[in-house]
């Protein structure tokens, strides 16, 4: 190890081919990591201990479905990082089948596992079933509706989080749009009153004071966010037990536009007093910071 008292930093970036991970590498490079692509899993503890030796405390490095003969024994090799002091995170990136064909059909690259005998839809189920136990080893992004811009956003805020806390993050979405498929915990707000029919509320945001003053007055919104909160505050020290770094509560409405978008931003806002919080919202494509709370 380096003599420095700071541990080397490795994020490992994993995930569906057509997820975003080469966006992803390349926000991490410009973050001021050293980024390699495509290494076997068995080479993650000779290039961390050459690079950190060489004066690279920061490394991304991608491991996929393109070195599957190494896929299984990733877990041990990122055992044997951490015993040798390394702060080691994994980030799956993660989209809908019907988005990973349409970006495929787009730019007109074939699947990394088609070799001219699947169709693309196949090979996606294929490279599922490669990386189901992958994925649940680290953080999940659902890029299906994220520009690259927005998914480079996400993963600063990845990264700047206190990896000795819990960190939680608030997710707003939209059921016509697809199940957030990177949450641990999701609730259904459609039961809800909807301001999406006052026509001067529909534009509007539940980051908006008319839409928020409109949600207060409903009687089933306050007991609804006081028994979501009330779970979580139950649960969330069992987390901790369980030495879990990262827990997404993704909130649903129909639209993903008032509602759940309200509903996260109180949950936040009432957690960041007292823990490492962050706020998503899928179907507004922005993250935001709530108030009282501070990213770290």
């Known amino acids: 190890m380096n003599a420095a008292t700071v541990p080397q930093q490795i994020i490992l970036i994993s995930g569906l081919s057509g997820a975003g991970k080469s966006v992803a590498l390349r926000a991490l490079e410009d973050l001021g990591f050293y980024c390699l692509d ?7 503890s000779q290039a961390a201990a050459l690079l950190d030796r060489d004066g690279y405390p920061r490394l991304a ?5 393109r070195s599957a003969p190494n896929l299984a024994s990733l877990p041990i090799h990122m055992q044997e990082l951490r015993e040798q002091g390394r702060d080691v995170r994994l980030i799956f990136l993660d989209a809908q089948d019907e988005t990973l064909i349409r970006r495929y059909s787009e730019t007109r690259r074939s699947h990394p ?23 649940e080893l680290g953080h999940v992004i659902d890029t299906s509706d994220l520009s690259a811009n927005h998914l480079r956003n ?8 206190d990896r000795s806390r819990l960190t939680l993050i608030f997710e707003s979405f939209g059921f016509k749009h697809g199940l957030s498929l990177d949450a641990d915990f999701v609730f259904d707000a459609r039961c809800l009153p909807n301001p ?20 207060i007055r409903q009687p089933q919104v306050g007991p609804y966010l006081t028994h979501i909160l009330g779970f979580l ?21 129909t639209g993903g536009q008032h509602r759940s978008v309200y509903l996260v ?32």
């Not at 490095?61 to 479905?65: P, T």
């Not at 088609?114 to 136990?133: F, K, N, P, Y």
């Not at 996400?154 to 989080?161: G, H, N, T």
């Not at 999406?196 to 949600?215: E, I, K, S, W």
């Open 233 to 253: 505050e139950h649960w969330l020290p069992e987390f901790e037990r369980d030495q879990r770094s990262y827990i997404t509560v993704a909130i649903g409405c």
């Open 154 to 161: 996400w993963i600063r805020d990845f990264v700047s989080m």
């Open 113 to 135: 596992l088609s070799q001219g005998e699947l169709t693309v839809s196949e090979s996606i189920r294929q490279e599922r079933r490669m990386l189901a136990d992958i994925r």
């Open 61 to 65: 490095l991608g491991v996929d479905a």
């Open 196 to 215: 999406f029919y006052d026509p001067c509320l529909r534009p509007l945001t539940g980051l908006d004071a008319p839409v928020v003053d409109f949600l």
């Open 265 to 296: 931003e109180e949950l936040g806002r009432h957690f960041a007093r007292s823990r490492q919080v962050l706020v998503r919202h899928r179907e507004l494509a922005v993250t935001s910071e709530p108030q009282g709370g501070k990213r770290v």
């Open 38 to 44: 495509n290494l076997p899993a068995p080479l993650l």
